[in-house]
């Protein structure tokens, strides 16, 4: 028998238990529900945590909040003596702190979370548990692939504004692909000249960093795009090269986001099965709704721990729902986490003057912050109003970094 083994015998109860701050507790029970795990999601603190692994056996894996701890080393010491060695202890927290996070993986912590908490990043972390894992792996970025049901749904224009939004947010590099590689439009919407770094990546075949870099664009300090010069006679690719594409940059960025076309091959769909964060966009018709089910069952759901969001986006001016949105969600199975309204002939004319400006039509712009907001692990806000939240600091930015993609352009 195993130590693994051992140690989910000495644990008692199978079920993740977390305690957290009220307001988190929707979320985080929202979580390991998409996961399928079985949990226990409580108000309360460290010593809530204490208390309860006292009363009776400690569960396999404890999540616990240390935002509120005036000295949360001392708590987690009493915390881990109550749970015993066979509960494996998540802390999530507030304090961006390398001292601290080292103290607790000292301490035998799996693993020290920001708050907000993303939901691929709590799903690795939780597998890491299960396996007895150590938190010394091997760095790896994380990967948001956007789709269309249909063509035209407005998913260039979605990836380039989030790509904006993002690098404002993180402060870090960013990759950010073109794989509609017959009709691509993102070297248009960041005001760039044409480019063919995917095509040489694409034809090297290998994953030399030094390489790769080369084909790179720079659209600013944080962007960096991979695309090519449209060729309708592009052939489709084999999986393992659109793959071994992402696993490279998954090595150099923090974050890549690809757009991929409504016309997927087999590269484009292994990409949306592997990737971190999968963004659906659709209209709500009963076309996009039959497309939207295939692809989910192709696709697979959220129990492997990848956050799949469905957006109605309403790319045609004047276009009225010809589905409603509750018989929508139930056809296919999944809710539309986000709705976003017609940016207009607005976002259009912006790019008479430069690269798309999402700041021309403030309503398009505030709800593309609530799809970074769900992005970063927030939920957004009913009008993308809240200044102390990613909503409103973009709205601030927006403009901003638009001005430097022009400079940099």
């Known amino acids: 028998m195993s130590e693994t083994d051992i140690q989910s015998d000495l644990a008692g109860d199978p079920r993740v238990t977390v305690f957290v701050a009220p307001a988190d507790v929707p979320q985080l029970t929202d979580y390991l529900d998409r996961l399928g795990r079985p949990r226990v999601v409580t108000a309360g603190g460290v010593a809530d945590a204490a208390a309860y692994c006292r009363q009776q056996a400690a569960p396999a894996i404890l999540v616990v909040d240390i935002s509120h701890e005036a000295h949360p080393l001392p708590a987690l010491g009493e915390l881990l003596q109550a749970a015993g060695p066979a509960c ?3 802390v999530l927290g507030e304090r961006n702190d390398v001292n601290l ?4 993986l000292g301490e035998g912590v799996v693993d020290y979370l920001l708050k907000p908490v993303a939901f691929d990043q709590l799903a690795q972390v939780l597998q890491r548990a299960d396996d007895d894992q150590p938190v010394q792996v091997p760095a790896s970025g994380r990967t948001i692939a956007l789709t269309g049901a249909s063509g035209g749904a407005g998913t260039s224009t979605v990836a380039a504004g989030l ?3 993002l690098a404002r947010i993180g402060h870090a590099p960013q990759a950010l692909v073109d794989f509609d590689r017959r009709n691509g ?7 760039t000249g044409p480019t063919d770094g995917l095509r040489a990546a694409l034809d090297a075949g290998d994953s030399d960093p030094r390489l790769l870099l080369r084909t790179l664009s720079r659209i600013s300090d944080r962007i960096y795009l991979l695309a090519q010069q449209p060729d309708i006679e592009a052939v489709s690719l084999d999986e393992g090269q659109a793959l071994q594409l992402g696993a490279a940059l998954c090595r150099l960025f923090g974050l890549s986001i690809w ?3 409504a016309q997927r ?4 769909l292994e990409v949306l099965r592997h990737a971190e964060v999968r963004v659906v966009l659709t209209d709500l018709t009963v076309q996009d709704a039959r497309k939207v089910l295939r692809l989910l069952r192709e696709i697979g759901d959220e129990s492997a721990g990848q956050r799949l969001l469905l957006v109605a986006n309403a790319s045609r001016q004047g276009a009225q729902p010809a589905v409603p949105r509750a018989q929508f969600e139930e056809f296919v199975g999944h809710k539309i986490d986000l709705l976003l309204p017609w940016g ?6 912006s790019l008479l003057k430069g690269p798309l400006d999402p700041d021309a039509a403030p309503a398009f712009r505030d709800a593309l912050a609530g799809l970074a907001d769900l992005l970063s692990g927030r939920q957004p806000t009913v009008a993308a109003r809240n200044q102390g939240g990613v909503a409103g600091r973009l709205r ?3 403009s901003r970094d638009a001005t430097a993609v022009r400079r940099a352009a």
């Open 185 to 191: 439009d993102l070297p248009l919407l960041l005001g």
């Open 88 to 90: 494996r202890l998540v």
């Open 163 to 165: 790509a904006l939004a």
């Open 344 to 349: 207009g002939s607005a976002l259009a004319g």
């Open 259 to 261: 757009d991929l076309p």
């Open 265 to 268: 091959d087999n590269a484009c």
């Open 396 to 398: 601030s930015l927006f």
């Open 101 to 104: 996070y080292r103290s607790l």
